[in-house]
Structure formats: C-alpha cells, structure tokens
C-alpha cells in the first residue's frame, strides 16, 4: 500500500534535514574530553540522530525522500567505519562523496536528457519550463562539485573543530542562498512560486 505524501512547514523539512547536523555540532561543540571521544560521542549522535530524521520524515510526511535515504545510510555507513577503525577521516570525507554523487547523477541527467533532479530533490516547480530545469540542474550539479571541493580543502587544511563548524555555518547557510539566488531565473522560467525553491532543499552532507 502506497502512503500519501504530506505537506509540511518549511521549518518541519528544515528540521528533517538539518537537525542531524545540529545535534552534530552541537554534541562536537559542548562535549569536553580527549578528542578521539568527542569525534567518537558526535559521530555516534549523528548517526541516530540521521536515523530519527528519516523516522520522523517517514511518519509526518509519509515518505523520505530519495536524497534523505542517501545522505541516510551513507552517514550511517561512514560513521560505522569511524567508529570501527576510531579515524575522523571516514565521517570527514562522507560529504565528498555525497555532493560528488549529487554532482555525478545530475551531470548524468543532462547528458542524457533525463529530469532527474526533480525526483532526486523530491520537490516539484510547478510550471517551470524544459529551459528552466535545465539550467536549474547544471546550477545544482555546479554547486555541488563547489561543495566537494571546499569540504576537501577544510578538511585537509583546517582543524576538526573548525571543519564541524563549517558543515553547520558555512556549507549550510550557503545551500539555502543558493536556493534563493535560483529564483529569479525559475521565475523567468516559468514557475508560479518560488516557495519550493527556498524550502525544498538537499539535505546537508
């Protein structure tokens, strides 16, 4: 039996998709002790906590979208091997490897000519025009390699600490400006609201 999809409030999806990286920053922020434990404490919090997420998406919307299941397990996944093998590294390098996944399906959908950003973000422009979502994909499929890019040069270069802080106060606020920068363009392009372009976001990395 298939579950019908609920609307929520924008601050209901933002929480879906960002409370797992605010439990992460907060538990990584506030939590004293050796270092090793604290990554080990955050990364364990961010696991359930991503866990909850999809829970939560499941029960108050009906659904979890194809972009929370990735973000999801690959969370899951890369934070096992954190905690296996007791190395920051895994759970540092899982954005890349998000944003560089996001990246490689949306550049595939162009080559292709397949609309596959509208299912991979699970939100719907209502009268955005072939153009449009063109344009808005190669933006998105761009963005997204900017992310991977950055995430490596913080993580390389910068402390963990100060990597935590940039998943919650840079790469976060900068995915939500970019959404509003798109919506000029959408509206040029056929969609009747730009409130899907500013609310429906992909989960952060």
Known sequence: MTTARREVGPLTRLGIDYGPLIAFFIVNFLFGGQPLTKVLIGTTVFMFASIAAMIFSKIRTGHISPMLWLSGVLVVVFGGLTLWFRDQTFIQVKPTIIYATF???????????????????????????????????????????????????????RSYDFWVGFKLWGTAPMTFLFAIANVPMLMRHGLTTAKPAVTELPPEG
């Open 103 to 157: 990246a490689t399906i949306l550049f595939y959908g162009l080559a292709t000519g397949r609309p596959l950003l509208q299912s991979l973000l699970d939100t719907a422009y209502p009268g955005l025009t072939a153009t449009g979502w063109r344009k808005l994909t190669l933006n998105w499929a761009l963005f997204f390699v900017v992310l991977a890019v950055l995430n490596e040069v913080v993580r390389m270069t």
